[in-house]
């Protein structure tokens, strides 16, 4: 029987903090992933230069039934941390928008980082070993691995949520809660594209590839980024953000123009350029493609001259809050993240200990906690694998 102080199952971003966090302070340390290499999403992310933490990063960057539960291992290890991380392994880096930082290189370097630091903190490591059962006993835990019988004092499940299963993603740390008796909330994909109905996607998918600046709203939640047309139906920044608070059924609100006062730009236009046609005048503001499909989408014709102010100003009303009802979303194929998951009120928020289950420990993308686009998610896989690895 092999004997470790820490089990991690999960070779990802999570788990790779976690362990490096346990082994430094002495303790012995198993990572097991059950697909050939460890940190794929990390390796996919960000176009591969990794989107790695964002320099505004918050509580109010995540989505949970318990907004109060991010809080203190966020606060206990905020991105400032990590970035001091990232610097001490002199990886450069750059910030995009919105606080978002990248690496200058590749995702590789941010996945070399960490397999260093666990190398460093003496972390054994085994690739393609799948937990095919894990029970209490022993006052830790016993594991059935490819490689052998496994007992531990303390487990730690980092295996991530339903999204991207082609990067490794499965079900495992649902079916593991669920063993546990730990409670689950629904879960669904999230910072994920939408579909659209059959009669817009007629519409709009020859602009596939065509981007243009937006505001998506639902309620009161709205996001300012840039919308893609797709050849299925919407993405880009302002889409995936939004998709996450999106259910079945719901309208998506979407301002064409969220920087300029339309209804005043075109009476200015129609002073100027009355013998224009609308679409042209429009086309000043955004793509001629998208802007002519638009107009002919919504059967506005003619010249600026042919246009009254009540005219103007239901064109202007349209661009600005263009509804749409989209028909689903591309599903955890495509999305960056899972919604919902485990229900926080069942872990501790200051060592990601199960309540019911001492010693078992569930960290990252598997718990209720979801953070918006641009690095927040990975900011939450360090403070939780942190959270967990000091106290395990």
């Not at 995702?107 to 070399?112: A, D, R």
């Not at 991530?160 to 629904?186: C, H, K, W, Y």
């Not at 014709?301 to 509804?323: E, R, S, V, Y």
Request: charged share 20%.
């Amino acid at each position: 029987m092999q004997q470790y102080d820490v089990v991690i199952i999960g070779g990802g971003a999570s788990g790779l903090m976690c362990a490096a966090a346990a082994g430094y302070r002495g303790r012995s340390v198993l990572l097991l992933e059950h697909t050939r290499k460890i940190g794929r999403k990390i390796l996919m992310s960000g176009g591969g230069r990794c989107n790695f933490t964002n320099i505004h990063n918050g509580p109010s960057n995540f989505l949970s039934d318990n907004p109060h539960f991010c809080k203190s291992a966020l606060s206990r290890y905020p991105a400032a941390a990590f970035i001091e991380l990232v610097e001490r392994h002199g990886i450069d880096f750059h910030e995009k928008t919105l606080g978002q930082l990248f690496c200058n290189e590749s995702s590789k370097e941010i996945l070399q980082m960490l397999l260093t630091e666990c190398e460093w903190a003496g972390v054994e490591m085994r690739t393609e070993s799948a937990v095919t059962e894990i029970a209490a006993r022993d006052g830790g835990y016993h594991l059935v691995t490819p490689q052998g019988d496994v007992q531990c004092q303390s487990l730690v499940i980092a295996t991530g949520g339903l999204s991207i299963p082609n990067g490794g993603a499965t079900g495992f740390a649902f079916d593991v809660a669920r063993q546990f008796g730990l409670e689950m909330t629904d879960t669904r994909a999230a910072l994920v594209p939408f579909t659209l109905q059959p009669a817009d996607l007629e519409v709009f998918k020859p602009l596939s590839g065509a981007s243009h600046n937006v505001v998506a709203s639902i309620g009161p939640t709205q996001f300012k980024e840039a919308l893609l047309f797709t050849h299925r139906g919407l993405s880009g920044p302002a889409i995936l953000q939004i998709s996450s608070y999106w259910t079945p059924g719901d309208n998506v609100s979407i301002d064409l123009f969220p920087e300029l006062d339309l209804y005043e730009w075109l009476k200015q236009q129609r002073d100027e350029r009355p013998k224009a046609e609308v679409s042209n005048v429009i086309s000043q503001q955004m793509t001629k493609s998208i802007a002519h499909t638009f107009c002919d989408h919504w059967g506005i014709k003619g010249t600026m001259a042919d246009q009254g102010n009540k005219a103007l100003q239901a064109i202007a009303d349209q661009f600005h809050n263009w509804i749409i009802k989209p028909s689903g979303t591309e599903g955890y194929r495509t999305a960056e993240v899972t919604i919902g998951g485990i229900i926080t009120d069942e872990i501790s928020s200051k060592t990601m200990e199960a309540k019911k289950a001492p010693g078992l420990y569930f960290i990252g993308e598997c718990l209720d906690v979801t953070g918006h686009l641009g690095g927040h998610n990975f900011q939450w896989a360090w403070a939780s694998g942190v959270a967990a690895g000091q106290v395990v």
